[in-house]
Structure formats: C-alpha cells, structure tokens
C-alpha cells in the first residue's frame, strides 16, 4: 500500500520509516528542502538510535523516499498522515494548529484520488472535524475520510515503541477509513498489537488523557520524595512499594528534576486549555503543571544547598553531567537543565557542562553555561558534580578521578543514579532525590 507521511519530524520520520520496514510503499514530504536534501543523503535531522541504518535500508530497498513536493508526493496514497508540529501557541498554551490545517488545505486541493486523511500530530478534541471541513471545501468530488491515529513513541525509544506498541488507536466513525488502517497496521495485528478501534474525538482525547496522567505519575512520586526526603524516608522503596500493585503500575515511578520534552509540556498545556473551553476543568493536572514547573528551579535550589548554601555557593565552580530532557536523544525542549543552570547562575554559581548528544541545541539556551568537551573536562576544578540526566556514559563514573580532579567530593544525583552508600564510601558527600 502507498502511504504519504506530511511532516518529516521525528513523528513522520520514525513512522514513515516503520511502515517502510513493514513492506510499505512510504514517501515522506517535508517542506524544508534542507532536511530532504539530507535525508535522501542518509543524513537524519534529529539523533534517535538506530534510525538512520532503518531510514538509508529502506531507502535503498525503494520502499521509501522523500520529497518536498506534497502533490506529487500524495498521489496513489491510500492514506494520507499529517504529522507535523502541534507546538503551545505563544501567549495562551493552546495547541498550535496552523501548520496541521495548512497541510489539509494544501493535501484537499492536490487530492485527485480516494484516501483517508490520518492525524498523527497530537491534536486537541475537534481538530479532525476542522480537517474534514477543510478538506470537503477544498477537495469536492473525491472520497475521503478523516481518522485520528495518535502516536505513543518516546524520544530514544520510538522505534521499539512504533513496532511493539501497547496498543494502536484508531479514531474514525468511517468504515471503510477503518478497513484501510487495518491494513496499514496489519503487520502489528499479525503480532499481537491490540487495536482500539474508536471515535475520531475520543482517539484524539486519549492521547492527551495518556500523556496527561504519566505526567500526573510522575509529579506524584516528585512530591513523594520531596516528603521521603522531610520523613527519612527512601522514595525508590516506596515506587517498588506501590508499583508491585498491579492496578498502579511500577513504570513511571522514578523521582527526579521534573519532566520535560517535547510532549509533556506542552500537552497538559495543552489540555487545561480544552478543558477550560468546555468547562470542565482538570483541577488534578493543573496542580500537575505548577507543581512541575517550581520543581526545576527547586533543583537548583538543591544544589546551592549541598554547596553549603546561598552564601557558601557564591563564586563556586559545578559541573552539571547531562543537559537533555532525558537519555539518547539531542532534545533540549524543555529540559530541566535549562532552569537549573538560570537558578545556579543567579546564585553566582560558575556552571561548566557536559552531554553526549545535546550540547549543539543546548548552547544558545544556556549561555552563561560554559561547554566542556567530555565529562572530565566538565568535572577540572568543579565544587561540585551535578547529574541531571541520566545518560549510560554517567553511570559508571571513575569517582578516584573525580576526587583527584575537582576541587571537593561533592555529588549532587537528581536522578538517583548511584547507591548512597557506596558513593559516601568513597569519601563523596553525595545527594539525590528522595532518598535519606
Ligand atoms: C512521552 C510519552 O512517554 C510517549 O508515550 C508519547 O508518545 C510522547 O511523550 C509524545 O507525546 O510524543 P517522551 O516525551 O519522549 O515521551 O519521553 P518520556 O520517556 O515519557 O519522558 C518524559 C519526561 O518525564 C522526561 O523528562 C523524563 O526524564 C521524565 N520522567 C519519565 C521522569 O522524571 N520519571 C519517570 O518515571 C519517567
């Protein structure tokens, strides 16, 4: 089956090259001549582990290409996804559609053949019912149908998680839309995926409800190690503690900085803002919002303290390991990163930094940050080693070194990397979230 993926993103971009991989005939459209100038190169616009060997094999088996040119693009395509960016309108939090209705505008007047209209950028409830508006002005005379068809992919993760998916939703009213997303995502069925098979607004407002309680997980537990850490209590015994109950669930449950991304954010933004319009208020995820948003600066608070506090800290030297919102990817959206070096900053705190993927995005978002070339770099003359995300290549750190290079044994760990006493052993002065 012929698919056109609009928007080669990091959504389009993994989905495109999945189905691709699945035996399908993709052709991804971007209107950035740049990026497809690259990615017909084999170059990838973003850093996701093992895209670009799934993207240049695809590419060269013929089962994928890429184009800026929609209509041509579009032509032949059973279905037809629009995934390009939905990003928090500036001013009012709400989903930015404009790019989403411009791709619909722009696919209703190249139609020429029957295709179902897929949304896969995360949209708020009603926006299918614009898109088919649009779409029955623009396109009069071809059959058509509208689906929702949310995406669960996590950034470092996206391709496991596009091919062994706890679930696919499927949001459309429309027969025969039904019929071709089965086969579209028959290569899954065939491996046991279940499908939700649902109403377009419904498979739209999952995706929010989805992201909006892992959120709600998450603050959950940040505030229970914020109260581990009041009690003498230990946070990681209390996620196992809650986890093993089969209706609560152990994923989800690690205390730390506070989320960030691309999504999070920006969805339950996103979704108080539904939730106002239609009056129904979500009281729990705003709660959520704030809560997290105090949380990355607190961070920072966290760390003047192990230098000895407000005044001790002045003029001091940290060494902040990992910028990036989270492990295996360059993204910088959001990060906590980005509020713990303003508030160390503020503080008069000398910040030097390191990260195996984001320093290029991170650079311009933190410029009192200064970029060292490799852990150790970051760690020469440090009072203190900060580490705020959790990346493979922090996990095992030679702490001898540490302690020949840096000018005190101090170890701030706001992802609770490390076993406290083992690190205290090695005569480090060692905090971390939630845990005595
Ligand atoms: C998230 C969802 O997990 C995906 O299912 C969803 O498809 C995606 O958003 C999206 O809407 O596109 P992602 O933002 O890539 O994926 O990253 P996550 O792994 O969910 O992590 C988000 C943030 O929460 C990170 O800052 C991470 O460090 C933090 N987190 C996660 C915690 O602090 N504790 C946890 O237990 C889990």
Redesign the pocket.
Known sequence: MKIAMVGSGY?GLVSGACFADFGHDVICIDKDPAKIESLQAGIMPIYEPGLAELVTGNAKSGRLSFTTDLAAGIAGAAAIFIAVGTPSRRGDGHADLSYVYAVAEEVGQALKNDAVVVTKS?VPVGTGDEVERILTEAAPGVRFAVASNP??????AAIADFKHPDRIVIGTEDEWARGILTEVYRPLFLNKAPILFTSRRTSELIKYA??AF?AVK?TFINEMADLCEKVGADVQDVSRGIGMDGRIGSK???A?PG??????PK?TLALLKTAEDYEAPTRIVEAVVAVNDSRKRAMGRKVIEALGGTDAARGKKVAMLGLT??PNTDDMRDSPSIAIALALADAGIEVAAYDPEGMALAGPLMPEVTMADSTYAAIEGADAVVIVTEWDAFRALDFDRIKRIAKAPVLVDLRNVYNPAEVRAKGFAYSSVGRP
Request: aromatic share 20%.
């Open positions: 959504v995360t995406e669960f992919l996590r950034e470092g989805a992201n892992l998450i989800f449950l690690h730390g989320y960030g991304g691309s999504c999070f969805d919102f989270k």
